[in-house]
């Protein structure tokens, strides 16, 4: 029985590390997204707060992470981390550096869409007794997430094409597991093309939740103005 033309069983062998190494930057990629909202969340309520040191601190954070190469960052944090003894864990790093560099795109998002919440739906909660977190929790944060979400997805796909750069700290993702094994069959388009559709089995499925989410926060906010 002979093998497809084109078609070399040393592929087969290769898939438990790209399987690996998927799973690594299905891992990578689940961190980051937390993160970057977490930090994006965090960076925007210090902009909106009182304090003009917590606003400035803020936005010194965001101009640092849109305007520095995310490969800068990692490396920043791989080598701080030791100091507060966290040193010898890469994944740490690298998922760090994910999270805090797509956090400030995050906090901009969520900025630019708070608008869609108008001033006077939070003087109506004031007038009603609510308390500021309530008010935000009940009120403002459902609008912003759902004028955000189209936006947001549209980040984590681009945090999900940066996890290569955590092989730079010898993370061996999906990228990574991929060239290693290259190097040793030399299959290089073969090993690539499952690469590709590697990260599309991770991006496609968050793309279609995210806009069916979408649709349905739309008709639900569509069925309460009616009601």
Request: no cysteine; hydrophobic share 55%.
């Amino acid at each position: 029985m002979h093998a497809a033309p084109g078609f070399d069983p040393r592929i087969l062998h290769s898939l438990p590390a790209l399987l690996d190494g998927w799973l690594l930057t299905v891992e990578l990629s689940v961190l980051g997204a937390l993160g970057s909202l977490l930090f994006g969340h965090l960076a925007l309520a210090l902009q909106l707060g009182p304090y003009p040191a917590l606003r400035g601190l803020a936005r010194l954070h965001i101009s640092f992470m849109r305007g520095t190469p995310a490969l800068v960052q990692l490396f920043v944090l791989f080598f701080a981390l030791p100091l507060v003894g966290l040193g010898g864990r890469p994944v740490l790093a690298a998922a760090l550096a994910l999270a805090l560099n797509s956090g400030a795109y995050t906090a901009e998002i969520l900025r630019g869409n708070l608008r869609v919440v108008g001033a006077g739906q939070f003087e109506a909660g004031v007038a009603l007794g609510m308390a500021p977190w309530r008010i935000w929790w009940r009120i403002a944060l459902p609008q912003m997430l759902t004028a955000s979400l189209p936006a947001l997805i549209n980040e984590f796909t681009i945090l999900l094409k940066t996890t290569p750069l955590a092989s730079v700290v010898a993370v061996t993702e999906l990228t990574y597991a991929g060239q290693m094994i290259i190097a040793r069959t030399y299959l290089s388009t073969q090993v690539m093309l499952l690469v590709g559709v590697g990260y599309l089995a991770l991006a496609l499925p968050v793309i279609h939740l995210a806009r069916r989410a979408e649709r349905a926060l739309r008709a639900q906010r569509t069925t309460g103005g009616a009601a």
